[in-house]
């Protein structure tokens, strides 16, 4: 029996039908993103100076934030500060395309930088351990291992750099954590009062709570760190194109010393951040 043609055609098409579907990949990056819509869409961390958050406005000021709205001018682009995150969920929203970048300073490790983009540094931050005045068991020599021993406790929030540094360099000691979005006035309390022995942050979040507390605590790391960090803008990974325009976009506005003037906007005549130096002999 002969088929006619257009029996033919039916089962062409139905042959076709069957065949598996070519999956396109819609994916766009966020730089792409960030120049289709003119807007560059920020998660911050309330985390003051590098980040304010207004409690009643909500509105998002700080040294990171200042400094992302200058450099956007220059892209001729926009910034929406769009989710607050913590320290332990950062990454996630990047992953998911909720948002752009991170707008507000996060310290630099290896871990970031294996599972994220970052900026050149912005400016650096020195990490001091903060204990009570009577504390007499840390010893800064042998750098600092007298804080590895089980009898010290480590207070820590979760996901942030000062736990890592009690998890690696003082594996011994014992870590007390905090969860994400803990105010670090509360470590810094619990210091005071006993709970634990010592706490890592930078000088200008001691002084902030010595303003309130006045010889409540001390930094016995004041003149030589436990770490430095560079503090700098997070975007997500395999951003190549996105990580050029913002490192170029910042290093403009330190060049022009806008950069300096914000920084000193927020930290005032303390010179609590370490700035970049100049890469070049004037």
Request: glycine share 8%.
């Amino acid at each position: 029996m002969q088929l006619k043609p257009a029996l033919f055609i039916l089962i062409g098409v139905a042959l076709v039908g069957c065949q598996p579907t070519r999956q396109i990949n819609s994916s766009t990056t966020a730089y792409q993103k960030v120049l289709d819509s003119g807007v560059i869409h920020a998660a911050y961390i309330n985390y003051p100076p590098n980040c304010i958050v207004d409690p009643k406005t909500k509105e998002v000021t700080g040294i990171f934030p200042d400094a992302l709205r200058e450099m956007a001018k220059s892209l001729k682009l926009k910034v929406e500060f769009t989710e607050e995150v913590g320290w332990e969920g950062l990454l996630e929203g990047l992953g998911t395309g909720r948002y752009d970048m991170v707008g507000a300073g996060v310290w630099s490790n290896s871990a970031r930088g294996k599972l994220a983009t970052l900026s050149v540094p912005a400016f650096y931050s020195g990490i001091g351990i903060w204990t009570r005045p009577g504390e007499t068991r840390l010893n800064p020599d042998n750098d600092w291992q007298s804080i590895n021993n089980p009898n010290i406790r480590i207070a820590a929030i979760d996901g942030s750099s000062p736990l890592l540094i009690a998890q690696t360099q003082f594996p011994k000691a014992k870590i007390i954590s905090y969860p994400d979005h803990t105010s670090e006035s509360q470590l810094f309390l619990d210091v005071v009062g006993g709970k634990a022995d010592l706490f890592f942050a930078e000088p200008y979040q001691g002084m902030k709570f010595l303003a309130s507390n006045p010889n409540s605590v001390k930094n016995v790391a004041e003149k030589k760190p436990i770490r430095i960090f560079a503090d700098v803008f997070v975007m997500p990974k395999n951003e190549p194109q996105f990580k050029s325009m913002i490192d170029n976009a910042l290093q403009e506005i330190q060049n022009t010393g806008t950069m300096d003037a914000i920084i000193k906007k927020y930290e005032g005549d303390s010179h609590l951040f370490y700035r970049v130096a100049k890469p070049y002999l004037p």
